[in-house]
């Protein structure tokens, strides 16, 4: 009696270790199938990551502050052309966009600063073809690059 008994709750263990390595399988294949579609989409809205590239289209680009970072660090402008920037600040922390000579260099434009829920609107004078800097005065590592071209 007790034997039988051990047996079949040895069975019943055994049944469900083999359930858990399915549902574990199972879950894994999901994890698999489902990394391609999340990184598919290039290019667009990676919230606070760095690497975008915002390109300037009828004069102007929009830019977006978010957890102390830009949406973009890169901006693409057309050579002999004066364009605009909006900048979008969604982040808890105040943000500005400046843009330099180069890094160190000297200011080609300041943005003002604005808070959280705000917008503001710089306007860049016609550049040489070339590469310019950009960054935020109040978190100098928020930076890229203008690429005028
Ligand atoms: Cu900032």
Known sequence: MNLRFFGLRRAAAIGLTTLLAFALVACSSDDGSSTPASEAPAGSQAAGGNGGTAT??????????????????????????AFTITLVNNDSAPHNISIFTEKDGDAIVQGE????????????????????????DVHPDMSG???VG
Do not use: K, M
């Open 113 to 136: 600063v604005i808070n959280q829920g705000e917008t503001v609107t710089i306007e860049v004078p016609a550049q040489e073809a070339g590469e310019y800097y950009f960054h935020c």
């Open 56 to 81: 300037v289209s009828n004069g102007e680009v929009t830019i977006t502050a978010a957890d102390l970072a830009f949406d973009a660090s890169t901006i693409e402008a057309p050579a002999g052309e």
């Open 145 to 147: 690059t203008v690429v």
